[in-house]
């Protein structure tokens, strides 16, 4: 039976939704809590940081099952967009707060889970938890209304063996982290008990899961057990933090680092919760140094502290090539005998080849990036050496210059725009990113942000660096070099620009764009572009500009502010 069929699902739609969202909402977590598993959805539905928007999911007892996906704007409470999906699906609750989970920073993905998983049998009078966790991966920028309609790249259906729990989704969505429970204990509090679990990163863009479990910070990777009892993520989506309780009677706060794919585990022995631990919120402080705990029945939450958490969480044993990985060389300390620089492969390309990476100067100290090549027929800036005038020719100490010459060498050797998959990188990236073209059209920007290699590794390269400046190097058809920025990155963009005496123009960015996701992922740093002539390079234009990427690189590396002078 089609949807064709239940005709009040299409002459009276909106009315219906309306009704459907009103009963959803109006269901506070207070009275929804009472016989809801920990697998159950989040009546009041999902958002993050910063959205406009909340996410609900609707799932009338109707036969065939269909489910409502809304998009609510915040601030009138009107349904702005909704999705029709075949099966019974709900936003994930990620714990008894019922507080919502599965959508990432950047508004563009929503993982959905199927209502099964959150049916249990019992035996012996121990819940059974389903043998197949079903998960949904909407892309929101896609607007699906007919379930009918075959839409790969809008919804993806992921089947996996086992009982998962969504935790997190990184900040562009290309990765969930999920709880995978191994075994369920007694209940406790009138709910499941304890279970043995660890995190698993799965890829949401294959629907598989990376081989191991994710890292503690000391490097080892131990079964956890407990049930979480509130979850709150970092504005910038980066960490997810969940506060857990066992059979032990034990609390701890487990947060991902939803960039690197690791996890630290911090004890709270101290914590007096009364009789209901579950009671206990987080409260993540305005300027997000701390993170604190309190109970939401005493009517406070600074002043009325249980405990209080530093942030960021930092792995006090940690050695640095665990916690940097493949990207470990840029940050060996300087000493007498490295200070000419660091240089290593920071990953490579769809088809194997080598991504290079050098770094000059002081690595403690903030960085400029540079991105010389990110089209493979746009390389001029590739060969462009950082001239150190004010170091008297050495690597400047005062600086941290940290270059990748060639991001997309698989179109560098065929000689094209694009790489291998027929995909634009500078249209791959996560902020305002919308399906354009086909495979190998000059602008396509792949089925969903970040799902190629080469855009990965820049988000890996730009969260591990986190640099103050960023510059990507382009190639247009005019004759003369010039800069564009926009917003926050206006004033670096017009202090090179003046640097290397070429012209800056204020300019929006284009969707999907490497600067455009990182103006509005990292709000204190700024990345523009340098768009360089056609063909090879004038002497003296190579000349300033790589003078100006030594002098701008010093200025950054001395107080990390380049606004003014």
């Known amino acids: 039976m089609g949807l064709g069929r239940i005709p009040f699902m299409r002459t009276r739609r909106i009315a219906i939704l309306a009704v459907l969202a009103a009963a959803v909402l109006e269901a506070t977590p ?24 909340r996410y609900v999911a609707i799932s009338p007892n109707l036969r065939p099952r269909v489910t409502v996906v809304e998009r609510i704007d915040n601030a009138g409470g009107r349904v702005d967009r909704w999705w029709y999906l075949r099966g019974g699906w709900m936003v994930p609750a990620g714990s008894y707060a019922l507080e919502g989970t599965g959508l990432s920073a950047d508004g563009g993905t929503l993982v959905l889970a199927s209502w099964a998983n959150g049916r249990y049998s ?34 993806r259906r992921i089947r996996l063996r086992g009982r998962f729990e969504v935790a997190a989704v990184s900040a562009g969505g290309s990765t969930a982290y999920l709880a995978q429970y191994m075994r369920h204990g007694p209940e406790a509090y009138g709910r499941p008990g304890d279970g043995l679990f660890r995190i698993r990163a799965l890829d949401t863009v294959t629907g598989r899961l990376r081989p191991a479990p994710l890292r503690t910070q000391d490097g080892n990777r131990p ?29 701890f706060l487990l947060a991902i680092d939803a960039d690197a794919g690791t996890i630290a585990r911090v004890d709270l022995p101290g914590v007096k919760y009364g009789r209901d631990p579950f009671g206990l919120r987080l409260h993540l402080r305005g300027d997000g140094r701390a993170l604190t705990v309190f109970h939401h029945s005493y009517g ?30 840029l940050f060996t300390p300087a000493q007498p005998g490295n200070l000419m620089g660091r240089l290593g492969i920071a990953g490579h390309s769809l088809n194997g080849r080598a991504i290079r990476v050098r770094q000059w100067g002081d690595p403690a100290r ?33 600086a941290n210059l940290v270059i990748v010459r060639n991001l997309d060498p698989d179109g560098f050797h065929t000689g094209t725009r694009l790489n291998a998959d027929g995909v634009d990188l500078n249209r791959n990236f996560a902020a305002a990113w919308r399906p ?4 190998w059209d000059p602008q396509y920007s792949g089925p969903r942000p970040f799902s190629e290699p080469e855009t990965k590794l820049a988000a890996r390269l730009v969260r591990a660096v986190a640099p103050r400046v960023t510059i990507w190097f382009h190639q247009h058809t005019g004759p003369r070099a010039f800069v564009r920025g926009w917003g926050q990155s206006a004033p670096a963009g017009r202090r090179f620009a003046h640097l290397a005496g070429i012209p800056f123009q204020l300019l929006p960015w284009p969707d999907g764009t490497a600067p455009n996701w990182q103006n509005h992922a990292f709000p204190d740093a700024s990345s523009f572009v340098v768009e360089l002539p056609a063909g090879p390079l004038a002497p003296g234009l190579e000349a300033r500009l790589g003078e100006a990427e030594a002098r701008l690189a010093h200025r950054v590396g001395e107080d990390g502010y380049v606004a003014k002078g």
């Open 436 to 439: 354009i073209g086909r495979p």
């Open 366 to 398: 903030p960085a400029l990036l540079v991105f010389g090549c990110v089209h493979g027929d746009e390389c001029a800036g590739h060969e462009l050496e950082p001239r150190f005038v004010l170091s008297g020719g050495c690597p400047d100490p005062a």
């Open 223 to 251: 079964w956890l057990a407990g049930v979480p009892i509130v979850r709150r993520s970092s504005d910038d989506g980066r960490w997810s933090y969940a506060l857990y309780f066992n059979q032990k009677q034990e609390l």
């Open 122 to 155: 019992f035996r012996d009078g121990l819940p059974e938890p389903p043998r197949v966790t079903r998960l949904a991966v909407l892309d929101t920028e896609v607007q699906l209304r007919h379930p009918g309609v075959r839409m790969d790249h809008a919804v």
């Open 30 to 53: 207070a009275t929804a809590k009472e016989d809801v598993l920990i697998g159950s959805g989040a009546p009041g539905g999902v958002t993050v940081a910063g959205s406009p928007y």
């Open 300 to 329: 406070g939450t600074n002043s009325d502290a249980l405990a209080s958490v530093p942030l960021p969480i930092r792995p006090s044993a940690e050695p640095a090539p665990r916690r940097h990985g493949p990207l470990a060389f």
